[in-house]
């Protein structure tokens, strides 16, 4: 037997035709992924519980806060809901993972970049750098809360005509903090002050003047008492 018959018997070759089951690179990938997120959102998922809405009877629960978490109620979006939350639970978790408000994004989870921005009593914070207990009974609002009866915030359609984002992961942000800046009285009316009240939120996208025109041509609107 020479070198080459020899090798056509020793050596097998892969075929993935038959073999369907072996795993292709897209399908690893999106499982890998898939099984980070779950691992990731774990504790967070088993942290805080949806305990109902005072507005809404039929949601309420009896059954008192499991060991080691605390009942809070958050008037988010004008409604009343109460979670069981763990002590140390982050607002933006329970804002996500207890009350499916996922326009809300999580982005450096270090108070950096404005992903996360809401309004708690009318002034703009970072969700991801405050504790949940901590909000007991305050007035929340979030990106989901901006529309009024179907029709978009005066904001949201300012964004959407000058074309103030790009992968839309910040805007959410973006707009919360603008709606804040908006009502803010000791806060300038130039383009300048606004991008400095503005600096806290970062677009990675570079949207920057696309922002600061959107958040101008709402100011009449905003402070005209319409939003």
């Known amino acids: 037997m020479d070198d080459r018959e020899r090798l056509k018997t020793?050596?097998?070759?892969?075929?993935?035709?038959?073999?369907?089951?072996?795993?292709?690179r897209r399908r690893f990938l999106k499982t890998a992924g898939a099984s980070g997120l779950a691992v990731a959102a774990a504790p967070a998922l088993s942290s805080v519980s949806y305990a109902g809405s005072?507005?809404?009877?039929?949601?309420?629960?009896?059954?008192?806060?499991?060991?080691?978490?605390?009942?809070?109620?958050?008037?988010?979006?004008?409604?009343?809901?109460?979670?069981?939350?763990?002590?140390?639970?982050?607002?933006?978790?329970?804002?996500?993972?207890?009350?499916?408000?996922t326009g809300t994004k999580k982005g450096c989870d270090h108070g950096?970049?404005?992903a996360c921005t809401i309004l708690v009593n009318g002034t703009s914070i970072n969700s991801c750098l405050s504790l949940a207990?901590?909000?007991?009974?305050?007035?929340?609002t979030t990106v989901e809360g901006l529309e009024k009866d179907g029709?978009?915030?005066?904001?949201?359609?300012?964004?959407?005509?000058?074309?103030?984002?790009?992968?839309?992961?910040?805007?959410?942000?973006?707009?919360?903090?603008?709606?804040a800046v908006l009502q803010d009285d000791d806060i300038g009316t130039s383009d300048a002050d606004v991008r400095e009240a503005m600096s806290g939120n970062i677009c990675r996208c570079g949207?920057?003047?696309?922002?600061?025109?959107?958040?101008?041509?709402?100011?009449?609107?905003?402070?005209?008492g319409k939003a």
């Open 133 to 140: 207990v901590t909000h007991d009974g305050d007035e929340i």
């Open 10 to 24: 020793e050596v097998s070759y892969f075929d993935p035709q038959r073999h369907p089951a072996s795993p292709s």
């Open 112 to 114: 950096q970049c404005g």
């Open 151 to 179: 029709q978009q915030h005066p904001l949201q359609q300012a964004f959407l005509e000058h074309d103030a984002y790009q992968c839309g992961y910040c805007t959410a942000g973006q707009m919360m903090n603008a709606l």
């Open 54 to 101: 005072p507005d809404d009877p039929d949601t309420q629960t009896d059954a008192p806060p499991a060991e080691g978490k605390q009942r809070i109620t958050l008037v988010v979006n004008g409604q009343r809901h109460q979670l069981d939350v763990t002590p140390n639970v982050i607002l933006l978790d329970a804002l996500r993972h207890g009350l499916q408000l």
């Open 207 to 224: 949207a920057y003047k696309n922002i600061v025109a959107a958040i101008q041509s709402a100011r009449s609107a905003v402070k005209g």
